[in-house]
């Protein structure tokens, strides 16, 4: 069972979402998909954070729907929480910090 109090421990108030208005710009994409609800959206700004995230949702059997771009555009449905979960939204996490030009990786 998800609890939001147990994921303000880990990332702070701040980072965990529970604002129906936020919710729904999680619950659909321009698939035909039908809308899904998540429970909570976690926004984490480390990899740190995301281990501690996933570590939990491994404890407490709470599915997680991994997004980079919550803004859009989503086209393929595989964002939509089709059975409630928490949405980790990625989007914070956008600086290189490692970068390899042969071996084309970063």
Do not use: H
């Amino acid at each position: 069972m998800y609890s939001k109090k147990d994921l303000s421990n880990i990332l702070g108030e701040k980072k965990v979402i529970d604002d129906a208005s936020v919710l729904e710009t999680y619950a659909t994409d321009e698939s035909f998909v039908c809308p899904g609800m998540p429970m909570l959206v976690v926004k984490p700004e480390s990899a740190e954070e995301v281990q501690s995230v996933v570590k939990w949702a491994a404890e407490s059997g709470e599915p997680l729907i991994p997004v980079s771009s919550p803004g859009g555009p989503r086209f393929r449905g595989d964002t939509i929480p089709s059975q409630g979960g928490v949405v980790v939204d990625l989007s914070g996490m956008n600086k290189i910090v490692y970068a390899n030009r042969a071996d084309k990786v970063a």
